[in-house]
């Protein structure tokens, strides 16, 4: 199986510009998180949906939304990109949304903002 | 609050022995994780501990210690493919983790 797929692999976008960055996963987890890492930081996390349907903010959500209109798939969104929005974005996913549920991660989207 | 640390950078020899050490402050504890995130790439799960003791898996072994709001890693016999970041993490009230910076272990030869 393919886990947990994001794309695209990497963007360069102008500031004030908006994105989508695409987050899928196939292992029908019900959990699922965008984690922002930035260098000498731990990652962050930003959103999160414990089911589909439902959303919650994390740690770090201005600037950000999401949706979870179905289980596989959890979309995050810049509506108008800053320069402190450069990071690597990893989208993440668990079973469930408990304290021991393992998450498995995306291979990340690396964003520049300019 | 909410706090984790790690030391930033460790250094070793293909062989060796490692330990690596996470101290942690949360309200409540429901358990501590570590991944291991190699350089450009996503972080993968390596364990997960909520009972004190060591628990041991290959050359990887963790240690907690909930009295002592401690916790290690340890790694045996190092190989070259062992250089990469260890990232601690705890989860808080509402079963959201909360990371470390994570500390960037590099091997010698």
């Known amino acids: 199986t393919a886990g947990i797929t994001q794309a695209p692999t990497s963007q360069i976008l102008a500031a004030g510009r908006s994105m989508t960055l695409r987050c899928t996963q196939d292992?029908?987890?019900?959990?699922m998180y965008w984690y922002r890492q930035d260098l000498g930081l731990g990652l962050r996390l930003i959103h999160y949906s414990n089911t589909a349907g439902t959303t919650g903010k994390g740690e770090v959500p201005d600037g950000y939304s999401v949706s979870r209109a179905n289980t596989d798939d959890f979309p995050l969104t810049l509506a108008s990109a800053v320069p402190s929005q450069t990071s690597v974005y990893f989208c993440?996913?668990?079973?469930?949304?408990?304290?021991?549920?393992?998450?498995?991660f995306g291979p990340g989207t690396r964003l520049t903002v300019l | 609050g909410q706090n984790i640390d790690q030391p930033t950078e460790m250094t070793a020899t293909e062989g060796a022995i490692v330990q690596i050490n996470c101290t942690y402050q949360t309200s409540g504890f429901n358990g501590l994780f570590w991944y291991q995130q190699h350089a450009g790439e996503a972080p993968t799960f390596l364990s997960y501990?909520?009972l004190d003791g060591l628990e041991e898996k290959g050359r990887f072994s963790s240690f907690l210690s909930r009295s002592k709001g401690y916790s290690y890693l340890l790694l045996k016999e190092l190989q070259m493919k062992d250089s990469a970041s260890y990232l601690c993490?705890?989860?808080?009230?509402?079963?959201?983790?909360?990371w470390g910076a994570g500390t960037k272990l590099i091997i010698k030869p």
């Open positions: 993490a705890v989860p808080d009230s509402n079963y959201q983790l909360i």
């Open positions: 993440a996913s668990s079973e469930g949304g408990g304290a021991a549920d393992t998450q498995y």
């Open positions: 501990n909520v």
């Open positions: 292992m029908r987890h019900n959990a």
